[in-house]
């Protein structure tokens, strides 16, 4: 018996080291991406930035044999609420060109997603576990919600939660998040926006190379 639960403990921090990895090469890209770009010691200076962080956020204690699984939680919907969610999300790809592919979620269950499964297995970890609850944190504290506001529907507006406020300022350009998505079996570097309403989360990703934003792209592209 002794035998058999260190056999699992070894394979569930196994997972959790792959894990690791991932959500460091969802941000930074491949070892071998860095090295190509520079050298050993400024990749050894990134995975200490990297890892001092967010191995703070790790709680080994609570892993179990279903962190091997890395699992989501899909949300299951009938035909017509799952059509309008497709509709909607097309929609959005539709009317802003720049856009080339986007995830749904309502609270913790995704109900659509455009992205490779590791990708989305790994992004799903980051928000669930890390960026949603700091940021209902957050909220809940009073930061991030409007203060007297003149409607009482005010409260329900949704906004963008991560990257500047403005996206018609000179000094906005460039800052949103960066991620790496797979695409044709390589790292391709994209930028994230997160829109949340109520329980409804969508993300949005933006090809980083085509998304040199001026003041006069985000005004045609309807970016608010």
């Given at each position: 018996?002794?035998?058999?639960?260190?056999?699992?403990?070894?394979?569930?921090?196994e997972a959790v080291l792959r894990q690791t990895y991932s959500m460091y090469?969802?941000?930074?890209?491949?070892?071998?991406?860095?090295?190509?770009?520079?050298?050993?010691?400024?990749?050894?200076?990134?995975?200490?930035?990297?890892?001092?962080?967010?191995?703070?956020?790790?709680?080994?204690?609570?892993?179990?044999?279903?962190?091997?699984?890395?699992?989501?939680?899909?949300?299951?919907?009938?035909?017509?609420?799952?059509?309008?969610?497709?509709?909607?999300?097309?929609?959005?790809?539709?009317?802003?060109?720049?856009?080339?592919?986007?995830?749904?979620?309502?609270?913790?269950?995704?109900?659509?997603?455009?992205?490779?499964?590791?990708?989305?297995?790994?992004?799903?970890?980051?928000?669930?576990?890390?960026?949603?609850?700091?940021?209902?944190?957050?909220?809940?504290?009073?930061?991030?919600?409007?203060?007297?506001?003149?409607?009482?529907?005010?409260?329900?507006?949704?906004?963008?939660?991560?990257?500047?406020?403005?996206?018609?300022?000179?000094?906005?350009?460039?800052?949103?998040?960066?991620?790496?998505?797979?695409?044709?079996?390589?790292?391709?570097?994209?930028?994230?926006l997160i829109y949340r309403t109520l329980s409804s989360t969508v993300c949005?990703?933006?090809?980083?190379?085509?998304?040199?934003?001026?003041?006069?792209?985000?005004?045609?592209?309807?970016?608010?």
């Amino acid at each position: 018996r002794e035998y058999i639960e260190n056999d699992i403990q070894d394979n569930v921090y196994e997972a959790v080291l792959r894990q690791t990895y991932s959500m460091y090469k969802l941000f930074n890209g491949t070892f071998n991406s860095a090295l190509q770009k520079s050298d050993i010691p400024a990749l050894k200076s990134k995975l200490e930035k990297f890892y001092t962080t967010y191995l703070k956020s790790l709680k080994l204690t609570h892993c179990d044999i279903l962190s091997i699984f890395n699992g989501i939680q899909f949300l299951p919907l009938d035909k017509q609420n799952f059509l309008n969610v497709q509709c909607f999300l097309n929609e959005i790809e539709c009317d802003n060109p720049l856009i080339d592919s986007t995830l749904f979620m309502f609270n913790e269950h995704v109900i659509w997603s455009g992205l490779e499964p590791g990708d989305l297995q790994t992004l799903y970890q980051y928000l669930v576990h890390i960026f949603l609850p700091s940021y209902m944190e957050t909220e809940l504290q009073g930061g991030s919600m409007p203060r007297n506001p003149s409607s009482p529907f005010a409260m329900y507006h949704g906004r963008f939660i991560n990257g500047p406020s403005n996206l018609k300022t000179a000094k906005s350009v460039g800052k949103f998040p960066k991620i790496y998505l797979t695409r044709k079996r390589k790292p391709a570097l994209y930028n994230m926006l997160i829109y949340r309403t109520l329980s409804s989360t969508v993300c949005l990703f933006i090809e980083g190379k085509l998304f040199n934003l001026n003041t006069k792209d985000a005004e045609n592209n309807n970016f608010r």
